[in-house]
């Protein structure tokens, strides 16, 4: 199985701040990478799609890049709505496999 | 407006079976890849196993940790999906969501997506 490793583990971050979480894959998966936020209590919901494709109704702040094994998620100007928990999926082979999650906090 | 909802979660022992429904309103499920993805208290997500949509003969794919064990069906009648799990073991507890896989192909690239996603429902499995 593919392993997907993100980084960091959690971090804090003030309002307005450029934020930038990694997820690297044990092997290449091609554009095959999504992102997803999850709320306390609540359903995750994607950002991102196939690497940098912005989900309908995502604001234009989060944005993804990368390639191969590397990727990453942006957010250019942290919200306070932003907190919560980031994790990537990849969706090259199956079993399809998560990151370990971001947790987001806002100071 | 498009939803989907869980039900069937509850305590079970170990060893014990439970099956967990899916149901879609404002969206025709027959029509849709669903995937299964379970969350254990304080985790992260783990993705558990999917089915293809009508037109692919509702072909399924299952996690290691699930596979044997887990089963994944659909009543087109109800609208509904459905995860029967049997053998139960206490790293099964978790909540359990049904989430629509967006998959699609356009220009020779195909995409995948989960993009509604259920409230999710809680399984315990305990003595």
């Known amino acids: 199985a593919i392993q997907m490793t993100q980084s960091p583990s959690s971090l804090s971050a003030s309002v307005g701040d450029r934020v930038t979480i990694t997820c690297r894959a044990s092997?290449?998966?091609?554009?095959?990478l999504g992102w997803y936020q999850q709320r306390p209590g609540k359903a995750p919901k994607v950002l991102i799609y196939?690497?940098?494709r912005l989900h309908s109704g995502v604001p234009s702040r989060f944005s993804g890049s990368g390639s191969g094994t590397y990727f990453t998620l942006t957010i250019s100007s942290l919200q306070p709505e932003d907190s919560g928990t980031y994790y990537c999926l990849q969706d090259s082979s199956y079993p399809l496999t998560f990151g370990g999650g971001t947790k987001v906090e806002i100071k | 407006e498009v939803q989907l909802v869980e039900s069937g979660g509850g305590l079970v022992q170990p060893g014990g079976s439970l099956r967990l429904s899916c149901a879609g309103s404002g969206i025709t499920l027959s029509d849709q890849y669903m995937d299964w993805v379970r969350q254990a208290p304080g985790k992260g997500l783990e993705w558990i196993g999917r089915?293809?949509?009508?037109?692919?003969?509702?072909?399924?794919e299952y996690a290691a940790s699930v596979k044997g064990r887990f089963t994944i069906s659909r009543d087109d009648s109800q609208n509904s999906l459905f995860l029967q799990m049997n053998s139960l073991k206490t790293e099964d507890t978790a909540v359990y969501y049904c989430?629509?896989?967006?998959?699609?192909?356009?220009?020779?690239?195909?995409?995948?997506?989960?993009?509604?996603w259920g409230p999710g429902t809680m399984v315990t499995v305990s003595s």
């Open positions: 092997q290449g998966i091609g554009n095959d």
């Open positions: 196939a690497t940098s």
């Open positions: 989430t629509r896989d967006n998959s699609f192909c356009t220009g020779g690239n195909c995409f995948t997506s989960f993009d509604i």
């Open positions: 089915t293809r949509n009508k037109a692919n003969s509702y072909s399924t």
